[in-house]
């Protein structure tokens, strides 16, 4: 529990991953923690990135809204890149 409440902390100081990738840096915005999961994968077991609430869960443009392809699609990017991107920011395997 230590080591996840750990890892998420250093998730929200990234910022939201979307917002980053689109060249947004400069934004205070709290993170939410997504769970990229597949397939009935459990929750605690699935891979996260950090959204804003705005690319997580609100609007027609959020990653719950659009759904894993469709968000994809639109922004360009999967969950699974911006994983890897937030991978190599943290220079962690996790």
């Not at 997580?56 to 659009?66: F, W, Y």
């Not at 759904?67 to 969950?79: D, I, N, P, R, T």
């Amino acid at each position: 529990m230590a080591n996840e409440k750990e890892h998420y902390a250093k998730l929200a100081r990234l910022g939201c991953i979307l917002c980053r990738q689109n060249g947004i840096t400069d934004t205070d915005t709290p993170v939410e923690i997504h769970h990229i999961r597949r397939y009935g994968q459990p929750r605690k077991t699935a891979n996260t990135i950090p959204l804003c609430m705005w690319h997580h869960r609100l609007g027609n443009t959020s990653v719950h809204s659009l759904g894993h392809k469709g968000f994809q699609k639109y922004w360009g990017w999967s969950e699974e890149d911006l994983h890897e991107k937030v991978k190599e920011l943290l220079n962690d395997d996790n």
